[in-house]
């Protein structure tokens, strides 16, 4: 007698655990509250957005008409502003002619950020490359040789400005505020005093104090003439202020440095700069890359500061463009929010690959 | 040639103003001997073999090592500290490099070895401590006996003429002490000069050609092993014994 065949009942396919759907269940309605939280949001958005997609898209203007802008004038933007403008808020005062040169002279050094960002490049010759595209950065923008016509640095302007001034911050500030870190930590008096105060002063001024210092009193005390450019010293203003807070966030990686692998470094008779750079600063380092891409992007918006005295970086070259023309001052909105996008392109890059740096430090903590 | 590798002479240490950690202390020690330094917690073992690599600065009496004064002078510190490998309670391996990168470290820079030279005798270190296979891990990824072993391979790779072992085995889980002892009693055999502060008293016994029992900052008692187990002769050392070979 053989086993008669019987089949069991079917059952129910398995709850799909993935995809939209399953997600949007267990993400946005997982349970009461966050069903709730997630009927607010919607809520809001149905309140808002409408108005908002009406304004910026379905009214807006865009041909370079400024009667068209006024007619649309509280139902829909004028992205026109944007078009009419794009050269003076993205150039400033540069020589119309002449702004191919600062657009090269960009995108160059932008190149060189993103390659030097990136590790495989991490070979000897990137210095080289640092080496040759920094000169060219500023012939191009300066002028006065290879034909160039020459372009004095007060009419330096707009986001070349903007970017020169942060890259070129960040790049000096970093190196100064290791060494003014280790130097507060020094067992020496007179180096820990000297950096002490250095850094109390420049914390108990703001950075527009200082530019207006390095801008207005500086030349005063000079004999005339002989004061450095403008540009220079406020990028010796914004480098030395921005030092300062760096110090302050590097000692904290200092101090979380364990005394055990100071005194290992010692024992196996490596030297105070040897223990420091392979030993302590890697890993101190590491572990504030957040608060040291926190002072980049602050340094990055703080440019925009310099407007006050004169130089016309990106935010200023937008008041430049928009207050001098009265068919076009009132979409200065319009004109802020295209700047918007600027900085948070900017900004938003430079926290992800914060992100990444992290990511790539922690990995010889993990198991 | 000295007769004593390493002299202490009437050497006093304080901590801050009113802590006198060392008392008069007064140490030779031989090449090639081996002492094993005990005592309660607090009784200046530790700060004692710190002031030999000079870890801690003593402020009254002399340390000769190797035939150089320790004193301000930072390339005799430098000296001294290449002739001179330390062990840790806590391992002290540098985490963002493997382990060895942390062997090759100090003879790369220290040392002026050339890399391939530096990887070769890191690798026999390693095969010495019989942890080769894990050389290109990070330390945290070991367990504790093993990064013990790999700090005292660490410590060996700029051959030093004295290895100083601080509590090698306190921070240890107890199946992992006699891996690291193990390894400890084989560089004994083979001829190193070694102070070892530490209350393993099976290992004292079985490679100490002298036992210094410490309390309150003073050398109280020293002894053989055999001497110094079933002979002690100060109330104190009594006292001691009878407290960690009391169970």
Known sequence: MSAVFQSIKPRPAPVKTEGFVPWIRSNLFGDLRSSAVTLLIIALAAYVLPDLVRWAVLNAVVVTNAETCQAARGTGACWGVVVEKFRLIIFGRYPYEAQWRPQVATILLVALLVVSCIRAFWKPWLAVLWVAVVPAFFVLMGGGLFGLEAVTTDQWGGLPLTIMLATFGIVLAYPISIVVALGRRSDLPAIRSLCIVYIELIRGVPLISVLFMASFLFPLFMPVGKSPDVLLRVLVGITLFSAAYLAEVVRGGLQAIPKGQIEAAQSLGLTYWQTQRKIVLPQALAMVVPGIMNSFIAIFKDTSLVTIVSLYELTGALSLALNSDADWRPFKIEGYLFITLIYFVFCFSMSRYSLWIEHQLGRSKTR | ?247
Not at chain 2, 18 to 45: M, Q, T, W, Y
Not at chain 2, 46 to 73: A, F, K, M, P
Not at chain 2, 155 to 172: G, Q
Not at chain 2, 187 to 211: P, S, W, Y
Request: aromatic share 6%; proline share 4%; net charge negative.
């Open chain 2, 1 to 247: 040639m000295a007769e004593h590798i390493i002299t202490f002479d009437k050497v006093n240490k304080w901590y801050g103003n009113n802590f006198h950690v060392l008392r008069d202390i007064d140490l030779a020690v031989k090449p090639g001997e081996r002492i094993v330094i005990c005592g309660p917690s607090g009784s200046g073992k530790s700060t004692l073999i710190r002031c030999i690599n000079r870890l801690e600065e003593h402020q009254e009496g002399h340390i000769i090592v190797d035939g150089v004064e320790l004193t301000d002078d930072i390339k005799a510190i430098e000296k001294v500290r290449r002739e001179v490998g330390m062990v840790f309670q806590q391992f002290n391996l540098f985490p963002h490099l493997t382990v060895l990168e942390n062997l090759t470290l100090s003879p790369m820079w220290v040392g002026k070895t050339p890399k391939k030279d530096a990887v070769e005798r890191a690798m026999q270190q390693l095969t010495r401590v019989k942890i080769a296979e894990q050389a290109n891990k990070y330390p945290l990824q070991l367990s504790g006996g093993q990064q013990q072993r790999v700090a005292i391979a660490r410590a060996l790779c700029l051959t030093p003429k004295i290895m100083l072992f601080d509590e090698p085995t306190s921070a240890l889980d107890p199946e992992m002490i006699k891996e690291v002892l193990d390894v400890m009693v084989e560089l004994a055999n083979q001829g190193i000069t070694m102070l070892c502060v530490t209350h393993e008293m099976g290992f004292a016994k079985a490679v100490a050609d002298r036992v210094i029992f410490m309390d309150e900052g003073q050398i109280v008692e020293q002894n053989t092993p055999h001497e110094f187990f079933d002979n002690p002769k100060s109330d104190r050392t009594k006292d001691f014994l009878s407290k960690i070979l009391g169970h």
